[in-house]
């Protein structure tokens, strides 16, 4: 995949959640030799744009903005508003912290999958349910995640409305893997 086709990506990694499930702040956590924020960050890399969602001052990457969370403790479609603002017109890459195994390949896969027409691409895991926190949104989803929080909606999923998501199928379900407890480490014992 060329260069280019980065060019209208911002690549986000939201990393404000308390980590409660986890017990420490799982973003510092090191995992093959790397911390799982910069796991996170590592296969978003070729973006134009690069944000992590997150406390001012709470994280550093090079390359890396941090821009806050608009809606602190609303989960990760609140993230996703914060995002959708700060980044340029175009796509958003959008990811946790919490998901260390996804790589460039995964992402171009998104990316390549894209369709006019359509303001988000997700995945589909082994089980073929979508994976709305390692996936792409289109920037003119603001007003509409705008009015699900305002509304009191926080599930992901809705962020893109019902016939506007294109679904990818045969990636491999084991980069989807999430990391809520240090068991859940891929090769934790």
């Not at 001052?57 to 890396?64: A, C, E, F, L, V």
């Not at 609303?74 to 790589?103: I, K, M, R």
């Not at 926080?154 to 068991?183: I, K, M, Y």
């Amino acid at each position: 995949m060329t260069p280019d086709a980065w060019a209208d990506v911002t690549g986000v990694v939201t990393a404000g959640g308390r980590s409660s499930r986890f017990g420490s702040d799982k973003a510092l956590v090191t995992w093959q030799g790397r911390t799982l924020l910069a796991c996170a960050c590592a296969p978003l890399e070729a973006a134009a744009g690069r944000l992590i969602i997150a406390p001012e001052g709470r994280y550093h990457m090079p390359g890396w903005r941090v821009t806050p969370d608009t809606r602190p403790g609303e989960g990760p479609l609140a993230a996703l508003e914060a995002a959708l603002h700060a980044a340029p017109d175009g796509w958003v890459a959008f990811t946790g912290v919490d998901l260390p195994c996804l790589t460039r390949t995964y992402w171009e896969t998104l990316l390549a999958a894209r369709v006019p027409g359509m303001l988000g691409v997700q995945a589909l895991d082994g089980l073929r349910r979508p994976q709305p926190l390692a996936a792409l949104y289109h920037t003119s989803l603001r007003a509409h995640v705008t009015a699900l929080l305002d509304a009191g909606e926080r599930r992901l999923r809705f962020a893109v409305p019902a016939g506007q998501v294109h679904h990818v199928t045969g990636l491999d379900p084991a980069l989807l893997r999430n990391v809520n407890t240090p068991a859940d480490l891929p090769g934790a014992l």
